[in-house]
């Protein structure tokens, strides 16, 4: 079985800028008939109107922040190729599921 999968770097949101850019990111999204998807600087309201106009993915992820709202690094699944079994997300800090945690070097700065 191939599988395809594809990375999107989508910039973090600004004032209105993803909602001028989110009909030619989600026309290259279904148009990359890819499997799985990931993504880097989504946040959770990108997330939800990118969702809307893919409706071939679900999404799972959520932002880095303590209550997992924000920024993230989510992933999207063709729902007609798979069945979610199980999710998790792990923090790069010395309490990886301790959500908004971080290593003493990067206060302030979250990573999933």
Same mark, same amino acid.
């Not at 079994?85 to 010395?94: A, G």
């Given at each position: /079985? #191939?599988?395809?999968v594809? +990375?999107?770097?989508?910039?973090? &949101? ?11 990111i989600s026309?290259r ?10 993504? &880097?600087e989504?946040?959770?309201s /990108? ?5 809307e106009k +893919?409706?071939? %993915? ?8 303590? +209550?997992?709202?924000? #920024?993230?690094?989510?992933?999207? %699944?063709?729902?007609?190729?798979f069945v979610? &079994? #199980?999710f ?5 800090s010395d309490?990886?599921t301790?959500?908004n945690?971080?290593f #003493?070097c990067?206060?302030g700065?979250?990573?999933i």
């Amino acid at each position: /079985m #191939e599988l395809k999968v594809v +990375t999107f770097n989508i910039r973090i &949101q600004s004032a209105s800028d993803f909602t001028a850019r989110v009909d030619r990111i989600s026309k290259r999204v279904n148009d990359s008939s890819a499997d799985i998807i990931c993504f &880097q600087e989504l946040s959770t309201s /990108m997330q939800k109107l990118l969702a809307e106009k +893919t409706p071939d %993915y679900v999404f799972v992820g959520g932002g880095r922040d303590a +209550t997992r709202l924000g #920024e993230g690094t989510p992933i999207a %699944y063709r729902r007609d190729r798979f069945v979610l &079994q #199980e999710f998790r997300t792990r923090w790069l800090s010395d309490k990886p599921t301790v959500p908004n945690s971080c290593f #003493e070097c990067d206060q302030g700065h979250p990573r999933i």
